[in-house]
Nanobody, 120 residues
Framework: QVQLVESGGGLVQPGGSLRLSCVAS????????MTWVRQAPGKGPEWVAF???????QYIESAKGRFSISRDDAENTLILQMNSLKPEDTALYYC??????????????RGPGTQVTVSS
């Protein structure tokens, strides 16, 4: 079955950290760009970071220096390490296969997401 399943979200205080995971199955994970996307209540989806096969991660400006994307192709797993979290990082985070317009339009394969809430 082709699917993506995220985990690792939760409630954290400002300045805290979370590590999100996305496990892929049913397709050749190592061959694809993968993107972390977030969507806050009442807002459209926003790509946070993406990483290609054998490539370095790319980040939205607000995530640079705080977030780190990585992948373990042996385990078909995508990781997003989030440090120095801010209330404005609160959103549903999901991973998607690919990058760019297909990811934001909703046409790409995506997981159900994991909720991240940053609040004191």
């Amino acid at each position: 079955q082709v699917q993506l399943v995220e985990s690792g979200g939760g409630l954290v205080q400002p300045g805290g950290s979370l590590r999100l995971s996305c496990v892929a199955s049913g397709f050749a994970f190592s061959s694809y760009y993968m993107t972390w996307v977030r969507q806050a209540p009442g807002k459209g989806p926003e790509w946070v970071a993406f990483i290609g096969p054998g490539a370095r991660g790319q980040y939205i400006e607000s995530a640079k220096g705080r977030f780190s994307i990585s992948r373990d192709d042996a385990e078909n797993t995508l990781i997003l390490q989030m440090n120095s979290l801010k209330p404005e990082d609160t959103a549903l985070y999901y991973c998607a296969r690919g990058r760019g317009s297909s990811v934001l339009s909703g046409s790409a394969l995506r997981g159900p997401g994991t909720q991240v809430t940053v609040s004191s």
